[in-house]
């Protein structure tokens, strides 16, 4: 399949249910990029890449497209759902109001074995942007927000979230795909510098300026494109 890169579902999967197994390889492949916006690719295509059954790919796939990640084309293909300029900026809207909270909500939840783990990530953060390794930055930087939210506690929140970059992640692709890495937003220092403070507040100011920043770059892609 094209983009697909030899998935290893088993490398941090093996205790997990199939269905979960196929529906976290395949959320990371619509979120890395594998998977291109208006690429339509056979359920079948599916089952080889993920070396699982027809029936959790199947089920993968309904939970996916339940959330907007995927949609159904004919002859039993899907494909990630083409964005544009309006839905765009619904999806930053939410995403400017849930983001911010979870990680003014995570900072009293961190202790130092936390952090050090959120530094570690933005460091690879840093190393993909120098290296302009689209994929390993993608990946880290969604780590890296992911970890961080994930200590709110907030589980409708962290749910709200986790579709809301199912839903705009592949635009951010697109964007590095033609601006590549070298001025990408990286306001993960700010953030880090306040849990290491303490300070809820500041956390969330800087989290919410890092997805700003980002939201202008893959506006102003999109409006090209437009």
């Known amino acids: 399949m094209p983009g697909a890169r030899g998935i290893d579902v088993n490398a941090s999967t093996e205790k997990l249910p199939d269905h979960e197994r196929a529906y976290r390889a395949l959320r990371d492949m619509i979120l890395h990029g594998e998977l291109a ?3 339509a690719v056979t359920i079948q295509g599916l089952v080889e890449t993920l070396g699982l059954g027809m029936t959790p790919v199947r089920e993968a796939i309904r939970r996916l497209t339940s959330r907007g990640a995927l949609e159904f084309k004919g002859n039993r293909r899907v494909s ?21 909270e979870l990680a003014r909500r995570a900072v009293e939840n961190l202790d130092d074995t936390a952090i050090r783990e959120l530094e570690a990530l933005d460091a690879r953060v840093d190393d993909a942007i120098e290296r302009g390794d689209v994929r390993d930055y993608l990946e880290a930087n ?8 994930q200590a709110s506690g907030a589980d409708v929140l962290l749910q709200i979230s986790e579709m809301l970059w ?10 590095l795909g033609r601006a590549g890495t070298a001025n990408l937003p990286d306001k993960h220092r ?37």
Request: one cysteine or more; aromatic letters at 6%; proline letters at 5%.
């Open 142 to 149: 969604r780590l890296f927000h992911t970890r961080l939210y």
């Open 37 to 39: 916006p208006g690429q």
């Open 80 to 100: 990630v759902p083409e964005m544009d300029a309006a839905t765009y900026d619904e999806l930053a809207f939410v995403r400017l109001s849930v983001e911010p």
């Open 166 to 175: 199912l839903r705009s992640g592949p635009s951010l692709r697109v964007m």
């Open 190 to 226: 700010e953030a880090l510098a306040a849990m290491r403070a303490g300070d809820a507040d500041a956390c969330a100011e800087a989290i919410r300026g890092d997805i700003l920043q980002g939201i202008k770059q893959v506006t102003s892609t999109l409006s090209d494109a437009g």
